[in-house]
């Protein structure tokens, strides 16, 4: 699998594009708790943490009834995002 993980910033623009706040985030992908997303949206070299496949797909599937692939989700969640189809 080539996945390359979203950066703190795509990790917001996930989350915000998706609605999802970070206790709703964990909720959907049972992190367990808010702390989790936090870390995957750090802004703080020493506190980030980045975001598995599986919490991505997880979310996306989720949260805006898309299945991302791991080679191409920055381009389809794009789009989808883009489109408005994600609420």
């Known amino acids: 699998m080539n996945y390359t993980p979203p950066n703190y910033t795509e990790a917001r623009a996930i989350l915000r594009g998706l609605d999802l706040s970070g206790s ?15 870390r995957y949206t750090s802004a703080s070299e020493d506190t980030f943490t980045p975001m598995p496949y599986a919490v991505l797909y997880t979310l996306a599937h989720r949260a805006g009834g898309y299945t991302p692939a791991p080679e191409t989700w920055r381009e389809d969640l794009a789009a989808l995002l883009a489109s408005g189809a994600a609420h």
């Open 24 to 38: 709703k985030a964990a909720a959907y992908a049972s992190l367990g708790g808010s702390r989790t997303v936090r």
